[in-house]
């Protein structure tokens, strides 16, 4: 699986747009970016996925370069609620056994 | 929505004792997987599941894990003779095609 770099730690304001960047610059052709956040030691919690284009669900958007080597994970409006570490993984997606590395992701904290 | 439920929520034993941590997947899924997160460290691959097998496992996996899916729901994982160093939590996954969803996961506690 291809590499990613994530900066350690990130804040924003409740109420502003969160944008947190992941690279992903050896990724090859058939791997999705994944991103999932663990909020304190709770598990895993997926977030969004996508492949190339840019995707949108009820809890954030992924916004992938045109190169596919790096992508911003966006939460429109951030709340308390939304502090959380955030882990962008890159996996292939026909191997659904597959394991998931993680990294040690960004630590968001956002700020009342 | 669905979701994968794990119990216990906390277990506390004695080093040497055997322990089973039981996972309930999302009824529809067909791949399981234990993950583990040692307190303030990332979170680490242990054993995926397919097909009433192992498909993959890691370094971690050793002879003293081992993982069954008894009947149509369960999935579990057993550690024979825990140690210290297993205190960890321990997070249940299971995907029916690419994505995983984890349980809310059961923290060890070895004595």
């Known amino acids: 699986d291809a590499k990613t770099t994530q900066p350690t730690s990130m804040d924003c304001a409740e109420g502003r747009a969160a944008n947190l960047p992941c690279n992903h610059s050896?990724?090859?052709?058939?791997?999705?970016v994944y991103w999932y956040r663990q909020i304190h030691s709770q598990g895993p919690q997926y977030i969004i996925h996508?492949?190339?284009n840019n995707e949108t669900n009820e809890m954030a958007s992924l916004i992938i370069t045109e190169d596919r080597k790096s992508s911003t994970l966006i939460l429109p409006h951030a709340t308390l609620r939304d502090t959380a570490v955030y882990y962008c993984i890159v996996r292939a997606w026909r191997d659904s056994s597959y394991k998931l590395i993680f990294g040690s992701g960004t630590r968001l904290l956002v700020r009342p | 929505e669905p979701e994968v439920t794990q119990t216990p929520s906390h277990q506390v034993t004695q080093m040497g004792q055997e322990v089973i941590l039981r996972c309930v997947p999302i009824?529809?899924?067909?791949?399981f997987y234990w993950y583990r997160q040692i307190l303030g460290q990332k979170v680490e691959f242990l054993v995926s599941?397919?097909?009433?097998?192992?498909?993959?496992k890691s370094e971690i996996f050793d002879d003293q894990f081992s993982v069954e899916r008894p009947d149509g729901s369960n999935f579990t994982l057993k550690i024979r003779s825990t140690k210290l160093e297993d205190s960890a939590m321990y997070f249940c996954a299971s995907s029916s095609e690419g994505t995983q969803y984890f349980g809310p996961g059961t923290r060890l506690l070895v004595l």
């Open positions: 050896t990724i090859s052709g058939n791997e999705y």
């Open positions: 996508g492949l190339k």
């Open positions: 009824s529809n899924h067909l791949y």
């Open positions: 599941f397919y097909n009433n097998e192992i498909s993959e």
